[in-house]
Every structure is written in C-alpha cells, then in structure tokens.
C-alpha cells in the first residue's frame, strides 16, 4: 500500500483518531489485508514515515555555502509543509512519541538528515567560508530552528523567505563562532 494512502489517514484525523479499519476503507482493501502487513497502527504509522522520509534528499554542491544553505533550507520548508511533512509533525508531537517504536523512528529521521546534510558546512569549513571549529550538526539545527518554531509554535506562514531568514541566522551564528562542536 503506497505511503500517500496512509499518510492522508494519519493527517486528516491525527494519531490519535488513526484507525488500521480507517486506513483499508481509505484504501479499498479488507482490515485483513493491513493486519496481514502490520499488526497495528502504530507499526502502519511506524512504517509510512519512514518509507516517506527514507528517501535521499539532494544534498547541494553550489560552491558557496550560502546557496547550498539556501537549497537545504527551501527543501526543508517544502518537505516539512506537505501532507507527509504535516503527518510527521502530528505524530511527533503527539503521545505517540512516547512508543518506544516511534521514538526510535523520529531520532532516526532527524539524525538522519542531519547526517546527510552535514557534508554541506564541512565543505564550508574546508573552503574557508566558516570557522574552522564550527559544528554541523548544530549549525544545522539552528538552520531548522526558526522553520520548525513557525510550524509548530507560531503557525505563521513558512516560505522561501522563513528559509532564507533562517540561513542568515545560522550563518551570522557560525560567523560569530557561537556555533562550536560542544
């Protein structure tokens, strides 16, 4: 069963309205058939995030570091306000973290991502456009920082200008050297 189908189940009514019997009517099979693949919602949940979020995401090689940064942030807006990036923020701020099958799956998504986009600031760092000493994990979170504050605190709109916003903050941050591995 395509990912789409139980995503749209999980954001249209949340976790906790999340049903298995909702999510074959959604797609046209009998309960049995999802019971055969999952034996719960939280295994069906479990798995359509992270058969969405597995896949690559570009990591760009521009030659600058603000540009690449720019990409990145552009991206993560763009993910984070589909209905896929919408059901990952429901479930992550849901009860639902605290299953420990959930929660092993979220740190894995973020770290994740994380991990693939490092390769962006250490480019950075050997090209000499960041200081030498500057973390990528936590130039990235301060990246993602002001983007996720706005889906999830604030709902004000998120946009290619939040993104860029958001690259100048992490990169005055790592230009300031408050951004070292700690």
């Given amino acids: 069963m395509p990912a789409a ?5 999980l954001t ?3 976790y906790a309205a999340l049903t298995v019997e909702g999510v074959a009517q959604r797609a046209g099979v009998h309960k049995t058939t999802i019971y055969r693949n999952w034996k719960d919602s939280d295994g069906l949940v479990t798995d359509a ?10 990591i760009p090689d521009t030659g600058a570091v603000e540009s690449d940064l720019r990409a990145l942030a552009r991206s ?15 479930t992550v701020l849901s009860d639902a973290v605290r299953l420990p ?5 979220k740190q ?13 600031v250490s480019r950075a760092i050997e090209r000499g456009e960041l200081p030498a000493e500057t973390d990528p ?7 993602a920082a002001p983007i996720c504050f706005r889906l999830v605190f ?27 591995a700690m």
């Fill in 5 to 9: 189908r139980k995503l749209t189940e």
């Fill in 12 to 14: 249209e009514g949340g």
């Fill in 49 to 58: 995030l992270a058969g969405h979020f597995a896949t690559d995401i570009p």
């Fill in 76 to 90: 993560l807006v763009v993910t984070m306000t589909t209905q896929a990036g919408r059901a990952l923020l429901t």
């Fill in 101 to 105: 099958r959930l929660a092993e799956l």
């Fill in 108 to 120: 894995a998504l973020f770290d994740d991502r994380f991990r693939r986009a490092e390769p962006v």
């Fill in 137 to 143: 994990a936590e130039l990235l979170k301060t990246l």
């Fill in 154 to 180: 604030t709902g004000e709109p998120v946009d290619e200008a939040t993104a860029d916003r958001a690259v100048d903050v992490a990169l005055a941050a790592a230009h300031a050297g408050v951004l070292p």
